[in-house]
């Protein structure tokens, strides 16, 4: 079992920043994506910003320009630099990670509000 203990979320003004995250532990025998996925209040959760082991990246269109992913040397720890936040950035963000099977967090909220 892996588990996943995210944190970083808050209530940040527009044009604001945060950073969240996620660190794995538990029984971790080789990490492949890490990934944070978001659901807004009344929407399916979408994909934000994944990283491959070699520190591929990919962001959803929404976000690209303004939030980085990253993950430590290690790769047990996955982030999510967020510049530049707007409203309709405001979610619960869930961390995402495949270890031989797929684990989630158990989410963090961010409100981007004046």
């Known amino acids: 079992q892996v588990q996943l203990v995210e944190s970083g979320g808050g209530l940040v003004q527009p044009g604001g920043s945060l950073r969240l995250s996620c660190a794995a532990s538990?029984?971790?025998?080789?990490?492949?994506?890490m990934a944070w996925y978001r659901r807004a209040p009344g929407k399916q959760r979408e994909a934000v910003a994944s990283?491959?082991?070699?520190?591929?990246?990919d962001y959803a269109d929404s976000v690209k320009g303004r939030f980085t992913i990253s993950r430590d040397g290690a790769k047990s720890t996955v982030y999510l630099d967020m510049n530049g936040l707007k409203p309709e950035d405001t979610a619960v963000y869930y961390c995402?990670?495949?270890?031989?099977?797929?684990?989630w967090g158990q989410g963090t909220q961010v409100t981007v509000s004046s």
């Open positions: 995402y990670v495949y270890s031989r099977q797929p684990y």
């Open positions: 538990g029984s971790i025998f080789s990490i492949d994506t």
């Open positions: 990283i491959r082991p070699s520190g591929s990246t």
